[in-house]
């Protein structure tokens, strides 16, 4: 069991990694193309001069979440209203699971701002430690619900200042949505609405490459 989890987060994390990769050639840099797979950063490429790191910008609960969303709807992006259906699934069970003693999630309560903010930080303190080094340093970050600019610029709020090296840029996946950030001199450089056929090609793409179809 715990060698088949493994390899189900494995292909989960690639999914994610695959994800990004194609929405930054297909909404960013066509270029990107040359990104090669790697480990810390997840993608680079010595031609471009650049390294890529994706994560998730979730805690422990809300990766439970994750994979509530995974079950009922596979591995997809989902919006908030997906989550209420989720949430109303819940509710019917939530009596019994109360008795149980298990904790019920609540979608409500989570916080993309927090989240975002110390996984950036932490983030920024591996490229600081163990990471490869390149003329540009990326940092690509999935949330779990759609955010604003207003609060994207909110998790700008941290101190970067003690580091020697930060994030060139940082790439804020809201779905349907990209920021494309600068948190060093927090600025929000812009962003890109994507349209819903694009976004399902992005997806079939990452699931083709991370072994899910």
Excluded at 163 to 174: L, R, S, T, V
Aim: proline share 1%.
């Amino acid at each position: 069991m715990s060698e088949t989890n493994n390899t189900n987060s494995k292909i989960n994390r690639e999914f994610f990694e695959y994800y990004a990769k194609y929405s930054l050639i297909m909404s960013y840099r066509r270029d990107y193309r040359k990104l090669k797979k790697g480990e810390s950063p997840d993608w680079h490429s010595s031609s471009l001069d650049t390294g890529v790191e994706v994560t998730r910008a979730i805690n422990k609960d809300i990766y439970l979440a994750y994979n509530i969303i995974n079950e009922y709807f596979g591995n997809v992006f989902v919006k908030d209203n997906i989550a209420e259906q989720i949430i109303d699934r819940e509710r019917e069970r939530s009596e019994s699971a109360k008795a149980a003693g298990i904790s019920i999630i609540d979608y409500s309560d989570i916080s993309n701002i927090n989240n975002l903010k110390k996984r950036y930080i932490y983030k920024t303190e591996k490229l600081n430690k163990n990471y490869i080094h390149f003329s540009e340093n990326h940092l690509y970050m999935f949330t779990f619900k759609s955010m604003s600019e207003d609060e994207v610029k909110q998790c700008f709020d941290i101190d970067l200042a003690k580091y020697k090296m930060n994030f060139d840029i940082c790439f804020i996946n809201c779905f349907d949505r990209l920021y494309i950030c600068d948190f060093v001199n927090r600025a929000v450089l812009y962003s890109v609405n994507e349209r819903p056929e694009t976004l399902n090609l992005i997806k079939k793409k990452a699931l083709k490459k991370s072994r899910l179809i």
